[in-house]
C-alpha cells in the first residue's frame, strides 16, 4: 500500500515538478530543519493547520518561520474570527498527515478540497522552498515558481495572500 508520502512523490513526478528530497532524522520543530534548510538551499515555511472556534473552516497557512505569527493578525486579513490550531484529526482526516509533518503536498488529496490555503506574499521572494512530503523524516524542496504556478494549479488550491505583522505596524 502506497503512504502519503510515496503518493506526494509521486504526483510530483507525474507532474514534471524537479525536486530535490533528502531524509533525515524524525524533525518536530523548525529548529530541527536548520540544517536540512542549508543542505536544501531552500526556506522551509512554517505550516499552520488553522480552525475557527466554531470549526466552520479549515485553513493551511504558509508564513516565513522569521516573522512572528499571531493568529488574530491573520483572522483578520482573512475576515475569519479568531483562528486556533486544528485537532489531529482534522488533520489526518483533511491532509493524511500528522501534527510535524503538516505540509501544502497534502493539498494534493481529494479529502483536501475544503482546506482553504493561506500564504504569507514574502514566500514568493525566496527562489526555493522546502516542505515535508507529509513524513517529517523527509523534506524535500522544489522551486517557488513550481509550487505555486505548477503545483498549487494541479490541486485546484486559489492562495489567499497575506502578510504576517502588517496589522501591528498600521
Known amino acids: 500500500m502506497m503512504t502519503a508520502s510515496d503518493e506526494i512523490l509521486r504526483k510530483l513526478k507525474e507532474l514534471g515538478i524537479p525536486f530535490t528530497l533528502v ?29 475557527p472556534r466554531n470549526r466552520s473552516a479549515l485553513y493551511l497557512c504558509l508564513v516565513r518561520p522569521d516573522y512572528p505569527f499571531r493568529t488574530a493578525d491573520i483572522s483578520k486579513q482573512i475576515g475569519s474570527s479568531r483562528l486556533s490550531f486544528g485537532t489531529p484529526e ?17 493539498l494534493l488529496f481529494e479529502s483536501a478540497r475544503e482546506v482553504r490555503l493561506v500564504v504569507d506574499r514574502r514566500l514568493l521572494s525566496e527562489p526555493f522552498l522546502g516542505f515535508h512530503p507529509n513524513d517529517n523524516n523527509k523534506t524535500l524542496s522544489m522551486r517557488t515558481e513550481d509550487f505555486f504556478h505548477r503545483f498549487l494549479p494541479a490541486t485546484g488550491h486559489p492562495v ?9 505596524h498600521a
Request: proline share 9%; with cysteine.
Open 90 to 106: 482534522q488533520m489526518e482526516a483533511a491532509l493524511h498527515t500528522h501534527p510535524g509533518a503538516v505540509s501544502p503536498l497534502g
Open 160 to 168: 489567499t495572500w497575506v502578510l504576517p505583522g502588517e496589522m501591528e
Open 23 to 51: 531524509c533525515h532524522p524524525l524533525a518536530q520543530t523548525m529548529e530541527d530543519l536548520k540544517g536540512v534548510e542549508q543542505e536544501l538551499g531552500a526556506l522551509i515555511p512554517k505550516n499552520l493547520f488553522l480552525t
